[in-house]
């Protein structure tokens, strides 16, 4: 397997300068990779502060880590210049959480779709960028002639990330990190966004790594998941591994909770709540970070770190209860659960029903 992009041993941490009070471990010592020879649909799922986003903006280089190494094609991102650099702008492109901010209200929607036609030269005339233009809408399911000519305000929440999506297509890049790209768009809305990018994966052999605090749309469009929490993976492998039979007690607190939520839960609301349910002791732990929070915590877990240990050929856990089972290397991560995705996948009607 090669991979395209790669985090190795990355950790960011905000607030180090001389003036700063707190200092957030955002990311802490992750390796993760996405191949490049085998486009894979991957959640990265964890609640507010699991440090998700972060791991998004390490990797579309827009944050730099405090140690470790982001690579794309082997190459340190922070370094890229030149026609590497541009080549990397092509290939991987984001799909952000808010289709509103993006937009400038006074330019059409166009505006956005011709610029980047320009800034990648994607063409020889307004003629051929026109038409790529609408190429790339009706592979997102919508028509130039509804879209094209109109202002922000004059387009549903649904459409202008459709728009997003669109525009993320146009320089054919090899893989899309969408970060929460449903979560403020209409309920009604988010099975055809997603349905859109589950498309780009299985049509065109685009990677999707699909940012999320919502573990329901993971299941509907994921192959794999990873969840973080406090800025490490906890738990990874195939998502009907991890959904329907968790094994780090952090995942199975989440799951267990999804019924009394319905199908779609607000971590950020929660957190608060849950904290306060499942702490059964207060001390800083120098080892799990979820001790704090674990019903069957052990004494070693609060002085040891555990590492990440195979808890099935498909899934891994970073908790003591599965020590007995074989050290799982980070570094195999992505090479471990680099898979295309299959076909039937889960519908979103049937994905409002966790298993
Ligand atoms: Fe709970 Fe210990 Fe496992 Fe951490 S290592 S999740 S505290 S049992």
Redesign the pocket.
Known sequence: MTAILELRNVSKVFGEGLFSRSRTVAVDDVTFSIASDVPAMTAVAGESGSGKTTLSRLLLGVTNPSSGQVLYKGDDLAKLRGERRKQFLLDVQPIYQDPFGVFNPFYRADHLLFAAVAKFKLASSAHEGRRLIEQALETVGLRANEILGRFPHQLSGGQRQRVMIARALLPKPRVILADEPVSMVDASLRATILESLRALNRDFGISILYVTHDLTTAYQICTNIIIMYRGSV?EAGTVEEVIRSPK???TQLLIDSIPRMRAVRNWELEEEEETTDAASDTRPSA??K??AR?P???E??WKQV?SLYRTSEEQIA????YEDQAVFKEADIAKTFARPQPEPMHSYESSQQMP
């Open positions: 906890v780090h007690p952090y080892g799990c979820f001790a674990c069957v915590a052990m070693k877990c555990p970073r908790c003591f209860l």
